[in-house]
């Protein structure tokens, strides 16, 4: 029985299916981080977290509406002084 | 009930009502500024206003009821805003790019040391403040001067 012949001298077949899982895995990252800056107006989504940054970013909320707004003024607004991050919620129960 | 969960059906957010008695209300205006300025800022902040800051931090160890630091409170407050006035006036542009640079990436300051060397040559040459930081070892390069920070 003749041999198979092989097509290249180096296997570089199975690369193919791997190349085709990076592209897809890359894609995937992609499509999410696109996702996240739609979510977050154009920004990475913040991680890591901490009581620290959760604090500040609700005093972010109550300067300018929003976690990922930042503002660089000297003087805080007037509603500045008695507003809140606390939501209202309507008794439903 | 006193579990902490998201709010359903939310209209609105709490507005205080009472207004502000004399005693307690601030004669000066609050600063302006949200976090990423105020990180990039704050070791400039800490040199520019280190006797007001020690007073404040002496004063907190005293006790912890907010009543009792309110005038040191005030004093570093005004000065904080001295200072963003002076950033503005003189390195905003670099400020500016510094900040944002920090928004992109989680407000971590190694991604941006180059802006950040930028706006403290900027600060340094205008203002003449340096950023310190402290504890740092006798003798050992401080981490924002290292030139290639990953290697020992």
Redesign the interface.
Known sequence: MPHARQRWLVPLEPLFPLLVIGAVGTVMRWGVAKYQKYENFG??K???VDRW?RR??E??SR??GNVN?????????QA???????????P?M | MTTHR????????????AQ?SSETA?SV?????????LESMAFHFASFCKKYNDDFVKCKNESQDPKHCLKEGRKVTRCA?DL??KL?ENCDAQ??KH??CL?????TLFKCRKEEKEFNDCVFKRLGLTKVIPETAEGATPIHLKEQPLYK
């Open positions: 920004k990475p913040r991680w890591s940054d500040m970013m005093r972010d300067l300018t707004f930042q503002r660089a003024e000297i003087e805080a607004p500045f002084l008695t507003n809140s991050a606390w939501e209202l919620e309507r439903f | 998201e709010g359903t059906f939310v209209e609105g957010l709490w507005v205080e009502p502000l601030p205006a609050e600063v302006g500024c949200t976090s990423a300025p805003l963003i006035g503005k400020w500016t900040w944002e928004d992109m990436n989680n407000h």
